[in-house]
């Protein structure tokens, strides 16, 4: 930390004693009895100090906080509830400091950004209804579809390789475990519902 920031019980104690009347009754000689005990009451208040210093240059800053970690986590609304929770202190401050610098936004590259910070990728394809003078014949399997106009605010993320589970003979228990368990994206599905725009509808494909 900065010195300018710190005083030391050298400090503390000449100010001390500056502060003392003078006379033969105060003397002023390191070894006096009144200036060791000023020396002594000094470095309590330079712990004091340098306490404060820590607070000032290092937990102001949420890159290297410790102490005040679970305050800014609490003001930034962490842990974040669709993803588990970081075990390291590191994991933790860059968990705050993305959540800080998160400028946001609605674009498809936005959503696959937000997909591939969490290990998935995937592909997004955005729905609207068939409209006479705008859409084209012959162009329905790219965005044009015939449904109705709510259609519009649809829009389907295909998450490129879901977790599959497989019935395994030796372990799997018949009538109970499944043939194929696709393991849903939970975190993906969670975050993406956090960020899209409130009117549209999220569909996953599993498939």
């Known amino acids: 930390m ?12 000449d100010g001390f004693a500056a502060l003392l009347p003078t006379g033969a009754a105060w003397p002023r000689e390191p070894d006096a009895v ?3 005990l000023v020396r002594g009451l000094a470095e309590e208040w330079a712990r004091v100090d340098g306490r404060a210093a ?5 937990e102001a800053d949420p890159r290297a906080t410790l102490e005040l970690l679970s305050e800014w986590e609490a003001a930034f609304g962490l842990p974040d509830p669709c993803v588990a929770e970081p075990l390291t202190i590191e994991d933790r401050r860059a968990s705050l400091t993305g959540k800080m610098t998160l400028e946001g936004g609605q674009s498809l590259a936005f959503f696959l950004q937000v997909a591939a910070d969490l290990g998935y990728s995937i592909s997004i394809r955005e729905h609207a209804p068939f409209m006479f003078g705008v859409s084209r014949f012959g162009d329905t399997g790219k965005r044009w579809e015939i449904a109705p106009p709510e259609m519009r605010f649809v829009w389907t993320i295909k998450v490129g390789s879901p977790r599959l589970s497989w019935f395994r003979f030796g372990s799997g228990r018949f009538g109970v475990d499944h043939h194929l368990t696709i393991g849903l994206a939970t975190d993906l599905e969670c975050r ?5 725009p409130a009117h549209t509808l999220v569909v996953f494909d599993y498939s």
């Open 2 to 13: 900065p010195d300018a920031l710190r005083r030391s019980g050298d400090d503390y104690a």
């Open 54 to 58: 820590d607070l000032l240059a290092r």
């Open 34 to 36: 009144l200036m060791l």
């Open 192 to 196: 993406i519902g956090q960020y899209a």
